[in-house]
């Protein structure tokens, strides 16, 4: 039972795993969502409190998705099953993969949209289009993109279709393959732009911002702000890391694995925002610029600064690997559940549901412009999914596997499969069965209300 092997393949080694997982979790929410979120909540306190939450719920969480995808070695709907059944207990436990399957589709549809800015913007950094504009031209550039429905869809088509092609192509032909190239690219592109930001005036003051703690800036609103970011940026509650643990070599220790993933993702964030901030802070503007700050402030500094049209192309193309590799790992617990389940071709099965995606993601592209007048709880289809994923459908996923992990699973299980030291066991522990439930349950609840 425990040497057996999924039959989608298996990662070469504890690296791979380890750069693959990497891929998933570094996305849009590490460069393009973190530093805004952290902008808007006021820096330093911001970032301690985010890094309180990696670490005390999303590592054990992450480890708790990674060992039972890894014992079960099948798609998450599967393994929480065969968990429970190992376990003799209710097999309803399932239920929370296909609640994860949905939460793919959902957070694939906006996430491929805002993948489509990027991809437009590695093109006008290509051809200098924002060179030397004002806030004022840039904000009418991005608003002018927004309101464009048949661009914005054709990048969307463009991007799906590049999902497709990776994933269709198979765990190691595909997804492998993809990690191998695209992760090195991605670190050295970011070493790159972080020599870039430290080269210019506003560094000092970028770096202040990250990490002065001024906690009379922080509030009750950013502590949760941070807590459900930690979700979204390490891909956990929605079956992904389930899923990719599921092709996880035996030998490696799952406890050390995760805290190397959870450290990569957090350093990529940081660095994001060590490249961001003194940027801003050396062409004068406003960190709090929110969801714009990439797509307008940026492109405005860069426009201004020397050999910025070259670093600016590099930011968006290190944006576009980014999200590239994330998308790749929203469809995969479906397409190997399709595979798992009904036998399907790999090929048919991700056609399949990139096509169900790429269809939700047109409510997204219209979203801002023929469709804004169609609302949900007062929000545009965009900021509802984004709202209820990463709000709602995370944090519950997340709850639901800490409990089952935590209560129902036979604890021999866990610690086989963690391998880890008995103190360390024991913080998972009480991480699983009571912080991280009632840390989610608070922000859960809050959000709801
Ligand atoms: N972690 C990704 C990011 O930070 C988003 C993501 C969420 C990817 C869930 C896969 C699954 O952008």
Avoid at 72 to 90: C, H, K, Q, V, Y
Avoid at 137 to 142: I, K, L
Avoid at 164 to 178: D, F, P, Q, S
Avoid at 232 to 256: D, E, H, N, Q, R
Wanted: charged share 10%; with cysteine; aromatic share 14%.
């Amino acid at each position: 039972m425990q040497n057996k092997m999924s039959i989608q393949g298996s990662w070469a080694s504890r690296w791979i795993f380890i750069l693959a997982a990497t891929g998933s979790a570094v996305g849009l929410g590490n460069i393009w969502k973190f530093p805004y979120i952290t902008g808007e909540n006021g820096g330093g306190a911001f970032v301690l409190v985010y890094l309180v939450c990696i670490l005390f719920v999303g590592i054990p969480i992450m480890m708790t998705e990674v060992f039972i995808g890894r014992r079960a070695r099948r798609n998450p709907i599967g393994a929480l099953e065969s968990l429970s059944e190992e376990s003799n207990t209710s097999t309803a436990w399932k239920g929370i993969g296909l609640i994860g399957m949905l939460a793919g589709v959902f957070i694939f549809s906006f996430y491929s949209v805002v993948a489509g800015w990027v991809l437009q913007y590695i093109q006008t950094m290509a051809t200098g289009g924002l060179n030397g504009a004002t806030s004022e031209q840039a904000g009418a550039y991005f608003n002018g993109l927004l309101a464009d429905p048949q661009t914005l869809l054709i990048w969307h088509s463009i991007f799906t279709a590049m999902v497709i092609v990776v994933v269709a192509a198979g765990v190691n032909k595909g997804l492998e393959r993809a990690t191998r190239i695209m992760m090195p690219a991605l670190f050295v592109l970011l070493l790159v732009l972080l020599g870039y930001a430290m080269s210019t005036d506003g560094f000092a003051a970028g770096w202040n911002f990250m990490f002065e703690f001024d906690f009379s800036k922080l509030s009750w609103d950013a502590v949760l702000v941070a807590l459900g970011h930690s979700f979204f940026t390490l891909s956990l509650g929605m079956g992904t890391i389930m899923a990719y643990g599921a092709y996880m070599p035996k030998k490696a220790s799952v406890g050390g694995t995760v805290l190397a993933i959870g450290a990569l993702d957090t350093i990529v964030a940081l660095i994001a925002g060590l490249a961001i901030f003194p940027i801003i802070f050396s062409n004068g503007m406003d960190p709090a610029a929110g969801p714009g700050l990439m797509f307008i402030s940026l492109p405005v500094a860069f426009g201004q600064m020397a050999f910025g049209q070259f670093f600016g192309l590099l930011f968006f193309i290190l944006i576009g690997i980014a999200a590239w590799t994330s998308a790749i790992s929203l469809m995969e617990p479906t397409v190997a559940f399709l595979v798992e389940k009904f036998g399907m071709k790999r090929l048919n099965a991700t056609v399949l549901l990139g096509i169900v995606c790429w269809a939700m993601g047109i409510t997204c592209v219209g979203s801002f412009n023929f469709m804004s007048d169609y609302t949900l709880f007062g929000k545009n289809a965009f900021d509802f999914l984004d709202f209820i994923t990463a709000n709602i459908m995370m944090p519950l996923g997340g709850i639901l596997i800490a409990l089952f992990a935590g209560w129902a699973v036979k604890e021999q299980f866990a610690k086989e499969e963690i391998g880890v030291s008995d103190i360390a066991f024991s913080a998972w522990k009480i991480s699983i069965r009571f912080v991280a439930p009632i840390a989610v349950t608070i922000v859960f609840v809050y959000n709801l209300l």
